[in-house]
């Protein structure tokens, strides 16, 4: 059964600072990783989609890596700003077991930027 | 081009009652999946419909059952609500699973409180 995990669970940074989130999974069978953000009773926006035979993809300020071996993806967010300020949340969709055809999500990160 | 829709936006029920929640896919996607998200958590898949038929289902009980129309609309039904079922229900749309690499992209949700 697939499992991800995100760190940290919370993160509080002042703004213009360059961070970091990671995400591991368990089954290193997927299709794609994908990191959402999530405003605070909100619906999921897709940031960044990498394929399983990729290794990253850059939207703006954010970068994703995906290193599928480990089981290891970071999302790389340059400049931080106050409007950052969300809920990150990592998924893969998985390609086999019991899981397959399926996105698995971690709990996210709860990221801060204050001015 | 509208996105995802869902609605109601919010719903209070109380215990034992039942709840029918709606959505509408994308333009062009056909296939729509459900999503319960409790508070502080990641989304857990419910189930998956393409075809007017389920096609895959997570670990949820029958209490939790669902209907797609032709117009690949779709509706989430539970039964016997209990206060555990206070969620956020996201539901996203995709093109047919054979196109993996494809996103799902989500609708905004319907928070659901059970009393």
């Known amino acids: 059964k697939q499992e991800v995990t995100q760190i940290p669970a919370a993160l509080s940074v002042p703004e213009g600072e360059n961070l970091v989130l990671n995400c591991s999974f368990t089954?290193?069978?997927?299709?794609?990783l994908q990191w959402f953000r999530q405003d605070p009773g909100k619906g999921l926006t897709s940031l960044l989609l990498?394929?399983?035979?990729?290794r990253e993809q850059t939207s703006g300020r954010l970068n994703a890596s995906l290193d599928k071996s480990s089981g290891r993806s970071t999302l790389y967010i340059a400049a931080s700003q106050p409007g950052d300020s969300a809920t990150y949340l990592c998924?893969?969709?998985?390609?086999?077991?019991?899981?397959?055809?399926?996105?698995?999500f971690g709990q996210g990160t709860i990221l801060t930027v204050h001015p | 081009d509208a996105g995802v829709t869902q609605s109601p936006t919010h719903l209070i029920k109380t215990r034992g009652q039942q709840v029918t929640l709606r959505c509408s896919p994308k333009?062009?996607?056909?296939?729509v999946s459900w999503y319960q998200q409790a508070l502080g958590q990641g989304p857990q898949f419910i189930f998956q419909?393409?075809?007017?038929?389920?096609?895959q289902r997570g670990n949820f009980p029958d209490r939790f059952s669902g209907h797609q129309f032709p117009n690949y609309s779709s509706e989430l039904n539970v039964n016997a609500l209990l206060l555990g079922d206070s969620a956020l229900y996201l539901c996203?749309?995709?093109?047919?699973?054979?196109?993996?690499?494809?996103?799902?992209?989500f609708g905004p949700g319907t928070r659901l409180t059970v009393l």
């Open positions: 990498i394929q399983s035979s990729q």
């Open positions: 333009s062009g996607h056909d296939t």
């Open positions: 996203a749309s995709s093109l047919d699973e054979r196109e993996i690499s494809d996103t799902q992209y």
């Open positions: 089954d290193s069978a997927i299709y794609n």
């Open positions: 419909y393409y075809e007017e038929e389920e096609r």
């Open positions: 998924a893969v969709f998985n390609a086999g077991g019991t899981s397959y055809g399926k996105l698995t």
